[in-house]
Every structure is written in C-alpha cells, then in structure tokens.
C-alpha cells in the first residue's frame, strides 16, 4: 500500500528566508508525487507535480520540488519565504503504474513565515 | 472558471439523523474522490470513483457511509444514520485520466453532528 509521510508538523521560517517542506513516500512502481497547499477554511490547491523526466519540478507562487528516488523523498522548496505562504501544506502519492488512482495525502506539515 | 462545487457548506445536524453531502465534480473530469479531513487522522480517502463506477470505497465505514455517482454531473456521500464521530470537513476532488493529472478540490462540506 502507498504512503506519504511529513516528519514536522511544523516549519517556521523568517520572511526573505528559503524554506523546505519535507516529504517521502512508498509506493509500488513509479510514483505520481504532489503538492497541495491548504489556507484556513478553504478546500486544497495545486501547487505542483511529477509525473516524470526532470527531478525538480517548478510550481505556482514561486515554489519548487525535487523528486529524489533513490531517497524516495519530494521536498518542497521555496528560495525566499513571504508571510503569505503561511499555511497547510500537503503532500499526496499516486501509483504511477497503474494510472491516476488513489491519491493518498501525508498528514500535512504547517508552514508559518514570520515578518 | 471551472472549480468543483460542494453543497451545503456548512451542515449541523443531530445523532441519528441522515446526512447528504454533493458534489459536482468539472464537467469533463472522470474521476471524483471522496476525502474527509479531521485534526486527529489527517485527510482520509473514503471512496473514489472512475467514470462513475466505485473503484474503491475501502475506507469508508460501510454500515452507515454510502457514495454514488447518479450521473456524470453529480457524485452524492451520504451517512445514515450519522454520529458525532462523523464530524469533520468533506472534500470532494474531480481528475482526468490520463494518468498524472492532478485533483481539483472542493470547498469541502464542514458536517457537525450533535
């Protein structure tokens, strides 16, 4: 069975500072990685994904991911952290082989940028 | 714009009573998952669907928690008879096949049972 783990609940970062979110993942096969983003009172949204070829993926709002197999981890970066990333951020694995299927969630990791 | 759309919103009900949460997924997408958020488990899968038919409904809590898709339009989770346990946020999700694309999330449907 497919899981995702985020190790911190959460990461506080200073304003101007790069951030990493960090996650691994086991799944059978290649894997279908995302990242979502989460602000209070509101549903998911997409951030970014890897399905295949380069290992660092580029998403909206400046942020970034790098697929690494071997460790089987996809850490969410971001060069230079704004207040307004502040938020719930989530990490989700999908089978590859066998197609868009059961999306599975990490447990989420808070992410708070302090002016 | 498309978006998924969940209704209500917001729902209060008491134990016992039947509980019918929608979805209208993005015209086109053929794939709608069902997740439910709480502060203690996290985001749970509950049940997806393909091209409306249930390809997997493993974690949902089958004696009191059932999901269809009446049509491509519309997927509907409804819990009967509901309990104070099911409160929690709901999220439906829509996608499209081929593989790799991502889910688009709803608003979610905030149930409180009381």
């Known amino acids: 069975a497919q899981s995702v783990a985020q190790p911190e609940d959460q990461v506080n970062v200073a304003e101007g500072n790069p951030l990493t979110v960090k996650c691994t993942y086991s799944v059978s096969g290649n894997p279908y990685l995302f990242w979502y983003v989460q602000y209070p009172n509101r549903g998911l949204q997409f951030l970014l994904k890897?399905?295949?070829?380069?290992?660092l993926v580029k998403g909206s709002y400046g942020f970034e991911a790098e697929f690494n197999k071997s460790q089987t981890s996809f850490h969410l970066k971001k060069p230079s952290a704004l207040v307004s990333d502040s938020a719930l951020y989530f990490c989700a694995v999908s089978p590859g082989n066998t197609g868009f299927q059961k999306l599975v969630f990490g447990t989420g990791t808070r992410l708070l940028v302090s002016p | 714009d498309a978006r998924v759309t969940q209704t209500p919103r917001d729902k209060v009900t008491e134990m016992g009573q039947e509980v019918t949460m929608r979805c209208q997924p993005i015209l086109g997408h053929n794939t709608v998952f069902w997740y439910r958020q709480t502060m203690k488990q996290g985001l749970e899968l509950l049940a997806y669907?393909?091209?409306?038919?249930?390809?997997?409904d493993s974690g949902m809590p089958k004696d009191r928690f059932s999901a269809e898709m009446p049509d491509a339009t519309l997927a509907t989770l409804k819990i009967q008879p509901s309990e104070p346990r099911d409160s929690a946020v709901y999220f439906c999700?829509?996608?499209?096949?081929?593989?790799?694309?991502?889910?688009?999330f709803g608003q979610g449907t905030r149930l409180t049972v009381v």
């Open positions: 669907f393909r091209n409306r038919a249930p390809l997997d």
């Open positions: 999700a829509s996608g499209l096949v081929p593989p790799g694309t991502e889910a688009f």
């Open positions: 890897y399905i295949t070829g380069d290992n």
